[in-house]
């Protein structure tokens, strides 16, 4: 069973930076690709991005350029530095680490 453990979120004027963190523990060895994903409400759960063990990513073309999706192999831990926030990025946002595993999703509000 993986664990996913995320940090990072916060309220943030428009213009800032935050960087979320996911942790991951348990049978994850297997597991090739992790992201971050985001719902606002009233809205669809949409992709944010993805990165491989391969270190190859996808980002939605919202976040291209102002976001940065990064993994660390040995610490098993995933990371999503956002720079240039707008307020049309709050949202919940979560980890994903391949298959149905989830991490419990973490605030970001982003305030004009």
């Known amino acids: 069973q993986v664990k996913l453990v995320e940090s990072g979120g916060g309220l943030v004027q428009a213009g800032g930076s935050l960087r979320l963190s996911c942790a991951a523990s348990?049978?994850?060895?297997?597991?090739?690709?992790s992201g971050w994903y985001r719902q606002a409400p009233g809205k669809q759960r949409e992709l944010v991005a993805l990165?491989?063990?391969?270190?190859?990513?996808n980002y939605a073309d919202s976040v291209k350029g102002r976001f940065t999706i990064s993994r660390d192999n040995a610490k098993n831990t995933v990371y999503l530095q956002m720079n240039s926030l707008k307020p049309e990025d709050t949202a919940v946002y979560y980890c994903?680490?391949?298959?149905?595993?989830w991490g419990q999703g973490t605030q970001v509000t982003v305030s004009s």
């Open positions: 994903y680490w391949g298959g149905s595993n």
């Open positions: 348990g049978i994850i060895f297997s597991i090739n690709v």
């Open positions: 990165i491989r063990a391969g270190g190859s990513t």
